[in-house]
């Protein structure tokens, strides 16, 4: 069940789901008709819920925490080449003598 302003439809978010119940966050008519229109079509329902339930898993905090060890992997191995070539035209320490 989404309610939202028409005007400004998420689209993400309708794309969570197989015909999405979608109604104005300010018709309380309209949102009475969709929970009844659940109510009467359980399968609908349970199809809806299961794909929310879905969706709402990727915000679960391991795939996160996957997906930004990813990126940071891929940050990395591509500044890897830059930092060695880096630090091969700076300057060696040398030992000093006394």
């Known amino acids: 069940m989404l309610t939202s302003s028409l005007e400004q439809r998420i689209p993400h978010a309708l794309a969570i789901g197989s015909d999405p119940a979608l109604v104005e966050r300010t018709d309380t008519a309209a949102l009475v008709a969709a929970i009844l229109a659940l ?3 359980p399968a609908r329902a349970a199809t809806l819920g ?3 339930r ?4 990727r ?4 795939p996160i925490a ?3 060890e990813e990126i940071y992997g891929e940050v990395l191995l591509r500044s890897r080449p ?13 030992a000093r003598r006394s």
Request: proline share 10%; aromatic share 10%; no cysteine.
């Open 50 to 52: 299961a794909s929310g």
């Open 82 to 94: 830059q930092r060695a070539s880096a630090s091969r035209s700076l300057p060696q320490p040398t």
């Open 39 to 41: 109510h009467r079509d």
């Open 59 to 62: 915000f679960a905090p391991e």
């Open 54 to 57: 879905a969706y709402a898993a």
């Open 66 to 68: 996957a997906e930004w």
